[in-house]
């Protein structure tokens, strides 16, 4: 079984395009998509959209912390097959259509527990903002590269990431999902993998108010570690 937790706040129509870049992958294997968030407009949305789909839920983020919502979710869908998946996305990325294939095949050596995908940005090179998410992600793909490959610890981008089921049933609410899960996971002698393979397309800050707020998102995130 593949969970799939796509967490959005507030942007059905982006949401809706995170659902489908899973909805439209070529897989055998069964699997479920969650959607949290916090808005009801959101959820009648997604429910009227995917109201034929069973494989598509909406989950009520009670709004109190991505982490607290995750650890809810985490919560309900943990099983003690080492063999089942967990997908955490975002609702305003999606996702190349081989993701689920390459996370499948990855997770078929019993020594990975988590896996990372590609973020690729989808905005203007040209533009001041473009260039930089641009040289950035260039720097992120070098660095999670080499760590990958000489098989040492690394963060797990939270645009696309998946850990095998069955290790963690929750993780601290006061540290960044994607570096304290891969931490807790290497703390139990599995593998983190960086498959640059699987590529996540993210539309960045293109403004110094965004891009400055996401800044010390990140760094308070990194804070509680």
């Known amino acids: 079984m593949i969970h799939i937790i796509i967490t959005a706040y507030g942007e ?9 870049a899973f909805l439209n992958q070529d897989i055998k294997d069964n699997y479920q998509i969650i959607v949290c968030d916090p808005f009801d407009d959101v959820e009648k949305y997604i429910n009227e959209k995917f109201k034929d789909n069973k ?35 975002d609702g305003d990325v999606y996702a190349s259509k081989n993701a689920l294939n390459e996370i499948i095949k ?5 020594k990975v527990g988590c896996i990372t995908a590609k973020p690729v940005p989808i905005d203007e ?5 473009g260039y930089w998410a641009s040289f950035l992600f260039s720097g ?24 095998r089921n069955g290790i963690i049933k929750e993780f601290p609410l006061d540290a960044s999902e994607d570096s304290i899960i891969p931490y807790l996971f290497w703390k139990k002698d ?11 397309y993210v539309k ?4 110094w108010k965004d891009w400055k707020n996401q800044k010390i998102r990140n760094i308070k995130g990194h804070e509680g570690l």
Do not use: H, M, W
């Open 204 to 207: 960045n800050p293109d403004n």
């Open 106 to 110: 990855t997770f078929k050596n019993e």
């Open 12 to 20: 059905p129509k982006s949401t809706e395009k995170a659902v489908n």
């Open 125 to 129: 090179r040209k533009t001041k903002y």
């Open 140 to 163: 992120i793909d070098k660095a999670r590269s080499k760590l990958s490959e000489n098989k040492q610890f690394l963060e797990c981008s939270g645009y696309l990431f998946a850990i």
């Open 55 to 89: 494989k598509v839920r909406y989950y009520k983020d009670p709004d109190e912390g991505n982490s607290y919502a995750l650890n809810l979710i985490l919560n309900q869908i943990y099983g003690e097959n080492k063999e089942d998946i967990i997908i955490f996305t």
């Open 190 to 200: 599995y593998e983190i993998k960086y498959i640059s393979e699987i590529e996540v």
